[in-house]
């Protein structure tokens, strides 16, 4: 039996924009062993879509050295970004998205009604993330464009510093309430998203501006790749309040797989169990709720557990957790139709 399942979070775009020699469509469409996730394992593994995060990576730094950011920040904030380099690479995978759609690898949806449309013609259903908002000027023009372009879902910041917020660094044994809330910038951020339907991320972000996102939208909360912080006490991780935030929005909160994310220890090694991955989701079903639950692996941008290793492991963990004695209904939403339901409460 292949569960479908959808995905909240991948850095598949970036992965495939770093590629050196041939079409990175290509790669995608054929095959790419060196990524966590290309088209011919997403459809053996019964993956039926995700959201494809635009990651502005920082300047002169290949993506070792931002995977390997945690180690070298110690936990301070990684450097901002400026808005023209910013620009280049997410129009670099913003351009990337639009052409795997037009080579037929996948359909840009904009709404739940296409995701629901792609699946049934087994099309990979994308959703058009990206993960900080630096690539957008404090006007919000640029907002307009990547909307066009088909963007729902912003994640305000990633681990650093920008015009509308702060992020949480990379820092084991600390709570997410470091640095200050939005920027005034940042407020008009949140407000025009709501208008225009386009999600809000919460992963990444600081406490303060939790906070300041949960006051000013009038959707459900969304973290889409972020743990359990009283599993593993990771600023990234989520403490109660925000996970009861959460569900009294009616938002979703997706599973992330990177082992310093789900190890009590913090660790970054692949010798992480399954079992680890199956905790976190019982915890989060226990302060969620069965609607509030899905996933978000973090493929192509973490150091993944040596049992899952890419998208072809994501059933191993859904067998694990029809093993651990959650019921096939339980699970069948979990891997994709809490995702559909917070996208047609959201967009
Ligand atoms: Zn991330």
Redesign the pocket.
């Known amino acids: 039996m292949t569960i479908p399942f959808f995905d909240g979070?991948n850095?598949t775009l970036l992965k495939l924009i770093e590629v050196q020699g041939g079409a990175p469509e290509r790669k995608f469409i054929d095959g790419y062993p060196a990524a966590h996730i290309d088209l011919p394992r997403a459809k053996t593994a019964g993956m039926v879509g995700g959201f494809f995060?635009m990651?502005p990576p920082p300047i002169k730094q290949s993506l070792s050295d931002v995977a390997a950011a945690p180690a070298k920040t110690e936990g301070k904030l990684p450097p901002q970004l400026a808005w023209a380099d910013a620009q280049a690479s997410t129009t670099a995978m913003a351009a990337l998205l639009l052409r795997l759609e037009r080579q037929g690898a996948l359909t840009i949806c904009r709404d739940a009604d296409a995701v629901r449309a792609a699946i049934a013609a087994e099309r990979l259903a994308a959703i058009f993330h990206i993960?900080g908002a630096e690539a957008i000027d404090t006007e919000l023009q640029s907002l307009e464009l990547l909307y066009a372009a088909g963007l729902r879902s912003v994640?305000i910041t990633?681990?650093r510093q920008n015009a509308f917020g702060t992020g949480v660094p990379f820092v084991h044994n600390a709570d997410p309430d470091i640095g200050d809330g939005l920027t005034e910038a940042g407020k008009r951020l949140v407000r025009a998203c709501d208008e225009m339907g386009v999600m809000i991320d919460l992963?990444?972000l600081n406490a303060k501006g939790f906070r300041d996102v949960a006051a000013l939208s009038s959707k459900p909360l969304v973290a889409t790749?972020s743990n359990v912080h009283a599993i593993c006490p990771h600023a990234?991780n989520l403490v109660d309040w925000q996970l009861a935030a959460i569900r009294e929005s009616g938002g979703v909160v997706g599973l992330?797989y990177a082992t310093g994310f789900l190890r009590p220890d913090g660790k970054m090694v692949p010798d992480t169990g399954i079992d680890l991955m199956v905790r976190h989701v019982a915890a989060l079903v226990e302060a969620l709720g069965e609607d509030g639950v899905a996933l978000g692996s973090?493929f192509d941008?973490?150091m993944m557990p040596a049992e899952i290793r890419n998208v072809t492991g994501v059933p191993k963990l859904l067998q694990a957790l029809l093993d651990h004695g959650f019921g096939e209904d339980l699970v069948r939403k979990i891997a994709l139709d809490n995702w559909l339901g917070l996208l047609e409460r959201t967009l």
Do not use: I, K, Q, T
């Open positions: 979070h850095d995060a990651f993960e994640g990633w681990s992963s990444h790749h990234r992330n973090d941008g973490a």
